[in-house]
């Protein structure tokens, strides 16, 4: 492990770690998971500079800029010009995120009408009920 000019501990292969955390990296979708809960708490567009001072641990700019890029390419954030770089939002808000999640996990199925039957099945009796009045049929 290295520390940069800003006391950051970083791998020689570039791979930001907190310091102290014994060269433990993030779980996969950590990062991304943090920074749309920043996004959508901050309720603006952020630079990858605001984003990485907001952040809960020190990671090298270049670290979020990536991310950053990354969720815009997966379209779940839009982004913008703003001098010599970007600002990032979410392209809606979470319980929207999580629709567009659910429709995903739909459209990587083989059998639409099995995945909604148990879908429909785990649900619970309230969760049946409000969908049932979303699909206007209470009865």
Sequence with gaps: MTVDHEGRGTTLAGHDQAPG???RRRANGALEAEILTLL???????????????????????????TLARLHARGVLDRAPQGRSYVYAPVADESGMTARHMHQVMEGGND??????HFVDELSDDDEDLLRRLLGNDG
Aim: no cysteine; hydrophobic share 35%; aromatic share 0%.
């Design 21 to 23: 955390s014994g060269g």
């Design 40 to 66: 959508h708490a901050t309720r603006r567009a952020l630079t990858p500079g605001e984003v990485t001072e907001r952040l809960t641990a020190p990671l090298a700019h270049t670290t979020v800029a990536t």
């Design 112 to 117: 639409r009408a099995s995945v909604l039957t």
